[in-house]
């Protein structure tokens, strides 16, 4: 029995050693430069080889959404989760965040099964685990995605200050920008100066990205053109004052967050201090602390206890944290 027991949790661990390969496993750069040079050929190529090569290349991906049309549909709002992901400016699919979340569930159900826990419990962690890792990792990368981005913006502004005052139009100074600028305000820059190649107004391609970034500062630098082209006035100008405003805006969030940092950190200590001391006394003493999953009244406590500590956790969250 005990042989065939590890031989499950080795099949177990190999599944999911290969769902989370799957899903953090990134794109092939050979693949996307041969897809780009597919791309090429349908549109200059001989027309019937176009044609064909365009309609494979349509059912190969049709196949490939496959796992996407899954995920959306066991996923709830996937739109929601689409565009968390776009925002990361990686190219992460549902499919393979579902995938990431399926192997994380598994792998620790797993794991604590193995170390002798309760079926219930390893099945509630592991959803916690599934359900909120991902989650975090991808709040994570958003939000260094948008600090390297509010860093950097104040700058490409200036340049496009400098830029007009040279006599260069706003379209133009937008391309210069998207090609000086390095990180994430030059991948947006570049996608707005794109779409407005093909055809899109200049205003509806800033919504766009002002609607997929969600920062008050792109928003701002939006409703300025936005007001500017109504109105009229010089733009520089106006431009060159909203710079200034943003890096004040930047040393503000800077000095709070420094005057916060001493009641985040006993906030943090204080959160975690009781999950600390569950895991070290579980991993001294199984047996003592096993009781919680077994007798009521103790499960009833644990509930309670948790229920407050999430509404002390939530309180220090909303008084150390403030908006600019």
């Known amino acids: 029995m005990s042989a065939m027991m590890m031989i499950i949790l080795a099949v177990g661990l190999l599944g999911t050693l290969a769902m989370l390969f799957m899903g953090l496993k ?35 991906e049709k196949r490939q959404s496959k796992i996407e049309g899954y995920a959306s549909t ?8 689409r565009k968390r992901l776009e925002m990361t400016g990686r190219e992460i699919s549902l499919g393979r965040y579902a995938l990431v979340s399926i192997g994380l569930l598994v792998a620790v ?19 916690f685990v599934a359900l909120g890792l991902p989650h975090l990792v991808i709040g994570k990368m958003i939000k260094r995605r948008i600090a390297k981005f509010t860093v950097n913006f104040p700058d490409a502004i200036e340049l496009m200050v400098r830029g007009l005052r040279s006599g260069l139009p706003i379209t133009e100074t937008l391309g210069i920008v998207a090609s000086e600028i390095g990180g994430p305000v030059g991948i947006e820059f570049r996608a707005v100066a794109d779409k407005m190649k093909i055809g899109r107004t200049m205003e509806s391609a800033l919504q766009e990205t002002a609607d997929r970034l969600a920062t008050p500062e792109f928003q ?18 106006t431009l060159s004052n909203l710079a200034d405003v943003l890096r ?10 420094a005057m916060s940092s001493e009641s985040k950190a006993s ?16 991993m001294i003493n199984p047996g003592y602390i096993g009781k919680f999953f077994v007798d009521q009244r103790l499960m009833v406590a644990g509930l309670g206890g948790l229920c407050w500590m ?8 909303k008084m150390v944290n403030f908006e600019i």
């Open 220 to 237: 701002f630098f939006v409703i300025t053109l936005a007001i500017q082209r109504e109105t009229g006035g010089n733009l520089a100008e």
């Open 26 to 60: 990134g794109p092939s750069a050979g693949k996307a430069v041969k897809r780009r040079m597919d791309v090429i050929k349908e549109r200059h190529g001989d027309v019937i080889a176009g044609a064909a090569q365009a309609q494979i290349r349509k059912l190969l």
């Open 267 to 282: 906030a943090y200590i204080v959160g975690a201090l009781p999950f600390v001391v569950f895991t070290l006394v579980w």
């Open 109 to 127: 159900i797993v794991l604590m099964m193995f170390k002798g826990a309760p079926l219930i419990l390893a099945v509630m962690f592991g959803l």
């Open 310 to 317: 999430s509404i002390g956790a939530f309180i220090m969250a």
């Open 248 to 257: 004040k805006r930047a040393q503000m969030r800077l000095k709070i967050r």
């Open 74 to 81: 066991l996923i709830p709002k996937p739109a929601l989760l």
